[in-house]
């Protein structure tokens, strides 16, 4: 595994990691079209790190923006997400991500901080998300919208090489079985789990790993 220090150096290992990773994208005709950000950035002792058994020593490691969304939301709400929504008419999947990421958790980034894409994933709600990968740096501070985000969070990505990561359940509804990563003491399922999974396969160990074959739970199909 590379260092996990937020600099240049990592910047550049996830660059050339996610640049030589060949993305599938997934055909969208009757479905609707997502994105959502995959945003590093550094830890730095901030009190919004979400890990079960933060290190002071990992005070110059990086960290994945993750958000619990609102208890209102008409989707999903109280779920683990990453920043995201759905893509306006017009807009890149790229241009989607960076918006979702200000609306949402109130962080504004240049398109000169996006880094690629990963595979897109097609969920059982009948949406197509495209994973955006987005440098964030250092000294970011968020300010979310409570109209959408209950919290938001930065997850270390230390926390997803743990031991029990990626584990998998088999549901009676599917062939697949169902990927969870264990984030803290809770956990975050599939498309958003497989999501994270990717991202620390292809983007920080360099592997060319795919996801999109596994399932989610049965109270994610609607």
């Known amino acids: 595994m590379i260092s996990l220090t937020c600099n240049s150096d990592l910047r550049a290992e996830?660059?050339?990691?996610?640049?030589?990773?060949?993305s599938q994208s997934h055909p969208t005709e009757g479905l609707r079209r997502a994105a959502v950000a995959l945003v590093v950035v550094d830890v730095r002792g901030r009190p919004d790190i979400y890990s079960m058994d933060y290190d002071p020593s990992m005070s110059t490691e990086c960290a994945l923006i993750i958000t619990k969304r609102a208890p209102k939301m008409n989707r999903?709400?109280?779920?683990?997400?990453?920043?995201g929504g759905?893509?306006?008419?017009g807009e890149t999947p790229e241009q989607t991500a960076l918006r979702e990421l200000e609306e949402e958790v109130g962080v504004t980034i240049g398109a000169e901080q996006i880094i690629g894409r990963l595979d897109d994933f097609t969920t059982r709600s009948g949406f197509v998300m495209t994973p955006v990968v987005v440098w964030g740096g250092t000294a970011i501070e968020f300010n979310p919208n409570p109209a959408e985000v209950a919290a938001a969070h930065r997850l270390p990505v230390r926390e997803l090489h743990r031991k029990d990561s990626p584990y998998f359940q088999s549901i009676p509804e599917s062939d697949n079985p169902v990927l969870f990563m264990s984030i803290g003491e809770s956990w975050i399922a599939a498309p958003t789990g497989a999501i994270l999974y990717q991202f620390r396969e292809v983007a920080i160990l360099g592997e060319q790993t795919r996801v999109s074959h596994f399932e989610q739970p049965h109270f994610a199909w609607k």
């Open 86 to 89: 759905r893509i306006d008419v």
């Open 14 to 22: 996830i660059t050339q990691n996610v640049t030589r990773f060949e």
């Open 76 to 83: 999903h709400s109280g779920q683990w997400a990453l920043p």
